[in-house]
């Protein structure tokens, strides 16, 4: 079994793959998450208006009531603790160290050696954490001084959104890249913008600037 600090663990990279496979696996049903989207969903869930518990998301997360189907009793406790582990990362990056914060997006090396990211399926389970509590959610939608957090998010869920955000910024055209960059530092605002209404005084951790770079790391 898992002790108490095995569940605050970072996972590793090989652990990563390990979660990665096994979602990718056919013990999934199908159209589940894979890790990117996974990790987007988990994201949603910890920056979000209120706790939502794991009995609650885990049902969500497995797309069913049943869950995936497992070998054996380990696979079950070791793939249920990295996705523990996993959120516990998310979490406490964000509360202790948002500007570390760093999405896990798909990428691919091109033919020039550059890196092209790939954010779409993050940005499609972190809708589908906001679904959790979907009324709350709705309200900083329809908020047109903070939905700007929610664009670069909204941008790679469809082609049109994409071509609006890359040439409607109003301060010159947005690259991908950039696009992708702002990512991480608009969900440390939307936590902020939650904290500032569960806590009448607005305290709370600072909000993010800047841009990070996404990737596939054992989370801090």
Known sequence: MLNPIDV???LSDSELDDLDDFLSSDSMPDDCMDLYTLHGFLTALAVGPD???PTEWLSV?????EGPEFDSFDEAQYIV????????????????SPKDFV??????ELADGEVRWHPED?????ILGTYVR???WATIVDDE???IFMAPIFAFLDDGGLEAALTEDGHGKLTRSDLVGLIGPSVVELKEYWRSRSKPNGSGLAPGHGSSSPGKPGLQ
């Not at 997360?61 to 009531?65: A, E, G, N």
């Not at 990295?82 to 990056?93: G, I």
């Not at 999405?103 to 691919?108: F, K, Q």
């Open 81 to 96: 603790g990295l996705v523990m582990r996993l959120h516990n990362s998310v979490v406490r990056t964000l509360e202790d």
């Open 122 to 126: 993050w940005c499609k389970g972190f």
């Open 103 to 108: 999405p896990i997006i798909d990428s691919e």
């Open 145 to 147: 001084e903070h939905s």
């Open 61 to 65: 997360m497995w797309c069913c009531d």
């Open 51 to 53: 706790l939502v518990t």
């Open 134 to 136: 979907h009324k709350e």
């Open 8 to 10: 605050h663990e970072p």
